[in-house]
């Protein structure tokens, strides 16, 4: 009996550790084509499912099969995970098949960049002298403050100029694998306040008799102000115990939305996988607080034995986009899967939104990781994508100088370098548009207080705006 166990154990190991795409090579290739192109068996990538092109429909298809139109039966030759990981890479493949040849808005400034309800150009205003900017925020008088990884805090004048210093004394950050200096946002009553509130990797690093660093560390957040160009006042929001801070360097998550004296941010998973389902622990978490700090008496885990008081939800990887919808005060947030399976979620208070035990991922190395994307109790999408867009950066356009622009969401991403316009309407997603393609990694994007959106960039580094086609000749003097 024992031999069998392991025999099993060991089969199991061997399919969970087997590539998707090796398991197409070897089983599907010679009637579906190398290139998925069709041969004995219909095209995988040409869009058209003869027995249903739903993700279920799909998944029963291989499972079942269809002897009659000779197509095997998987089902038992392959688990439930290397099934669902055989859908996710053909609609990898089927997405790539279908956007080969299109043409995406590529912004150049000496033109006008078209898309279906605006044109506009686009401005370079701060090049070369950044250094992996990842948030911007904006102040009263027409200065803007941008956060670069490393740790410091910029200052670009009213009129684009970066100023050469950071500001001085800004709270130690760990620049660590994904981790640094990375969200700063103003207190909705700055301007009588002074409040600015930032969100890094905190924690320690110390050099080991190998010469290597070893580092722990975990999301949290601050505020202070800032006076003749240093940062004062510091004060924490929340900071983790040093027990919760990790070795990782994935996944720190953050961003702000402010409202009603209400803060909410988030902490990623760490690479923590199930300690996003612990309630006892802040990994992969979006909190909400008073903005000073204090914990809501009506949150949803309050009286939650051993739960952190602080927790508004919870079941998150990696989210790097949150924004309130101005019109009904909605929260949304855009969330990194692993491969395949980014997704923009309605946050609501107390729900899990299910990591890591349903996704509409596979792992990075192309091996399976589970069979199911739903389950009871855990809260679905309004949209997830396949393949992994690598979304960051969100914000809903309120301004008035792309008029019918007005309340969409904005979000960006990274490995696909592009700016997607939203529309959501009831709560839905009814309308997606590629607005920005192809000239940088999309770290963050805001709708400036001026009307205009402002875009930070990755590789290269700088910060750019977009200005309606019809006024550009003369808005660089805005």
């Not at 490393?150 to 004394?169: K, N, S, Y």
């Not at 909705?188 to 050099?207: E, M, V």
């Not at 019109?327 to 208070?349: F, K, M, V």
Request: proline share 6%; net charge negative.
């Amino acid at each position: 009996m024992r031999v069998l166990l392991l025999l099993m154990l060991a089969d199991f190991a061997f399919a969970s550790a087997q590539k998707v795409e090796e398991i197409y090579s070897a089983n599907c290739a010679s009637c579906h084509g190398a290139e998925f192109e069709g041969g004995q068996g219909g095209s995988l990538v040409d869009g058209v499912w003869n027995h249903g092109g739903s993700d279920a429909e799909i998944s029963n298809s291989i499972a079942k099969g269809n002897l009659q139109m000779g197509m095997v039966p998987w089902e038992g030759v392959l688990t439930d995970e290397q099934i669902r990981g055989m859908v996710i890479f053909l609609r990898e493949k089927e997405k790539q098949a279908l956007v080969k040849g299109l043409e995406f808005p590529v912004p150049a400034p000496d033109k006008v960049t078209k898309t279906a309800l605006h044109d506009y150009r686009i401005q370079t205003l701060v090049e070369k002298e950044l250094v992996k900017p990842w948030a911007i925020a904006f102040l009263p008088d027409g200065r803007k403050l941008v956060t670069e990884k490393c740790g410091r805090l910029r200052i670009i004048g009213a009129d684009g100029t970066l100023e050469p210093a950071a500001v001085e004394g800004t709270p130690e950050v760990i620049e660590f694998g994904q981790g640094g200096l990375l969200e700063v946002a103003l207190h909705p009553d700055y301007a009588r306040n002074g409040w600015i509130y930032l969100g890094f990797a905190d924690g320690t690093r110390t050099k080991q008799p190998n010469g290597k660093d070893a580092v722990l560390c975990i999301t949290a957040v601050v505020r202070g102000r800032i006076k003749d160009h240093r940062w004062c006042d510091q004060e924490w929001i929340y900071r983790p115990a040093p027990e919760f801070r990790s070795a990782s360097g994935a996944h720190f998550g953050t961003r702000f939305v402010f409202d009603k004296g209400f803060i909410w941010f988030v902490i990623g998973e760490r690479g923590g996988k199930m300690e996003a389902q612990d309630l006892a622990r802040p990994n992969g978490k979006i909190f909400r607080l008073h903005d000073d700090g204090r914990v809501p008496a009506d949150n949803p885990f309050v009286h939650t034995p051993g739960a952190i008081p602080g927790i508004w939800s919870y079941g998150h990887r990696n989210p790097q986009g949150l924004a309130m919808d101005p019109r009904d005060g909605a929260i949304y947030s855009t969330e990194h899967g692993p491969r395949g399976g980014d997704e923009l979620n309605l946050i609501l208070p107390g729900r899990n939104y299910g990591w890591p035990v349903i996704t509409y991922g596979m792992n990075y190395d192309g091996t399976p990781m589970v069979a199911i994307t739903e389950k009871e109790g855990m809260e679905q999408p309004l949209v997830y994508w396949v393949p992994s867009i690598a979304v960051c950066g969100l914000d809903f356009y309120a301004g008035d100088r792309f008029p019918k622009w007005k309340h969409d969401l904005l979000a960006g991403a990274l490995a696909q370098q592009e700016i997607r316009r939203i529309r959501i309407t009831d709560g839905k997603v009814v309308s997606q548009e590629i607005i920005l393609k192809n000239i940088g990694r999309v770290r963050d994007v805001a709708a400036g207080p001026d009307g205009l959106i402002y875009v930070l960039l990755n590789d290269p580094d700088r910060l750019v705006r977009l200005v309606p086609a019809e006024e550009a000749a003369d808005s660089s003097s805005r």
